[in-house]
C-alpha cells in the first residue's frame, strides 16, 4: 500500500497560461500532502504544505497568488501553476502522508512542466 | 527546519566499501530525522529514519546516528553494492513537515 499517483508526468504550456497537476493518494487517505519543486541534479524544495478542508501553508518566498492548491478530499490535492513563466519550469513533486501518522511521506513520481 | 547542509555533493566507493554522509542542522526543535535514497528518474524513497530521542538506528546494512548536542547525523552503508547507486537525501524537521538536504549522488564501482 501507499501508492501516490502524480498527472500529468510531463506537461508543455505555452507563457501566460496556467496548469494544473493533481496528486492522488490511490489506497489510503492523507490529510495532508506536500508539494515540492525539484531543479535538475538539486535538492527538493518545499513548496507547501496541503491541509484537506483548508489552506495550504506556503513557505517562505513562495507566491501563493502564483501556485494555488486546493485539497478537496481526503485522497486528491492539486497545484495549479498560474500565468506560467519560463522560470516555472522544473520538476514538481508531491507527497502525502497518511491520516493518523506523523511521519513517513510517500511520494509521487513527480511532474516536468516546461513553460515555453 | 530550513537549513539542514549535506557532505559530500558526491562520493564514490568500490562495491563493498562503507559509505559515509554527513548532515548538520541548526533548529534545535527538530526531532526527525529521515534518509531518502532518489535514483535516476524516479520518486524519493524513505531508507532509513530517526527521531531525536534515539542515537543510533541500524537496518541490516544502513545505519543511521544522531548527534542533538552537535546537530548532525550521518548515514552509513556498509558493504556497498552497485545497486546503492542513487542520490540519497537526508532531511529534518519535526513530524509535521522537513526540509531536504542538497543531496549527494552515490556511485558504487562494482
Known amino acids: 500500500g501507499a501508492v501516490v499517483s502524480q498527472h500529468p508526468s510531463w506537461v508543455i504550456c505555452k507563457s501566460g497560461t496556467s496548469v494544473k497537476i493533481e496528486c492522488r493518494s490511490l489506497d489510503f487517505q492523507a490529510t495532508t500532502m506536500f508539494w515540492y519543486r525539484q531543479f535538475p541534479k538539486q535538492s527538493l524544495m518545499l513548496m507547501a504544505t496541503s491541509n484537506e478542508g483548508s489552506k495550504a501553508t506556503y513557505e517562505q518566498g513562495v507566491e501563493k497568488d502564483k501556485f494555488l492548491i486546493n485539497h478537496a478530499s481526503l485522497t486528491l490535492s492539486t497545484l495549479t501553476v498560474t500565468s506560467a513563466h519560463p522560470e516555472d519550469s522544473s520538476f514538481y513533486i508531491c507527497?502525502?502522508?497518511?491520516?493518523?501518522?506523523?511521519?513517513?511521506?510517500?511520494f509521487g513520481p513527480g511532474t516536468r512542466l516546461t513553460v515555453t | 527546519g530550513e537549513n539542514v547542509e549535506q557532505h559530500p555533493s558526491t562520493l564514490s566507493v568500490q562495491e563493498g566499501d562503507s559509505a559515509v554522509i554527513k548532515c548538520t542542522y541548526s533548529d534545535s526543535a527538530s526531532n526527525y530525522f529521515p534518509w531518502y535514497k532518489q535514483e535516476l528518474g524516479k520518486r524519493p524513497q524513505l531508507i532509513i529514519d530517526?527521531?531525536?530521542?534515539?542515537g543510533e538506528k541500524k537496518d541490516q546494512r544502513i545505519a543511521v546516528t544522531l548527534n542533538k548536542t552537535a546537530k548532525h547525523f550521518s548515514l552509513h552503508i556498509t558493504e556497498t553494492q552497485p545497486e546503492d547507486s542513487a542520490v540519497y537525501f537526508c532531511a529534518e524537521g519535526t513530524f509535521n513537515k522537513f526540509y531536504f538536504g542538497s543531496g549527494t549522488k552515490l556511485n558504487v564501482k562494482p
Open positions: 530517526i527521531r531525536s530521542n534515539v
Open positions: 507527497s502525502a502522508r497518511r491520516t493518523g501518522t506523523f511521519h513517513e511521506q510517500y
